[in-house]
């Protein structure tokens, strides 16, 4: 009877253990320094057109705190996605703030290397439902 008692008490830590353990875990995005990076829960949708038609596959960069066109410079863009056969991208776990967006790529249907940029407003004004769509014209 007393080792069923001791068997209990240590299935019983156990398992306290291995929850503390497992439910404790989480799964951190970390920037290039090892810290982590803390998520915001804003979407932004954008669809980079040219004349009236989509543009698939171009490559969009956003810079935060950022209110003038930062330049072409892609490596100094905190996000960058690539747009769906559509022209369509979106950016995710953003925070509210001041971006700009820039987007770069080559318009096949048309023949030509095209580019677009806009400064964009993440804020109570600009969303619905924690996200803002903008239509981002690009040219050559």
């Known amino acids: 009877m007393m080792q069923m008692m001791k068997l209990a008490k240590i299935l019983v830590f156990g398992l306290i253990l291995a929850f503390f353990t497992i439910g404790c875990k989480k799964n951190d995005i970390l920037n290039k320094d090892g810290s982590s990076v803390v998520q915001g829960n804003i ?4 669809h980079s057109f040219h004349h009236s038609w989509g543009v698939p596959y171009v490559h969009l960069y956003l810079k935060k705190n950022a209110t ?11 996000y960058t996605v690539q747009a769906d056969s559509d022209g369509n991208a979106e950016f995710t776990q953003l925070y509210p703030g001041n971006y700009y967006i820039y987007a770069t790529g080559n318009d096949y249907y048309f023949g030509a290397w095209v580019r677009g940029q806009s400064a964009v407003q993440l804020n109570s004004s600009t969303l ?3 996200t803002a769509s903008i239509d981002l014209p690009v040219s050559e």
């Open 43 to 46: 979407t932004l949708k954008v």
């Open 128 to 130: 619905v439902n924690q």
């Open 68 to 78: 003038e066109f930062p330049g072409r410079d892609s490596t100094i863009y905190e």
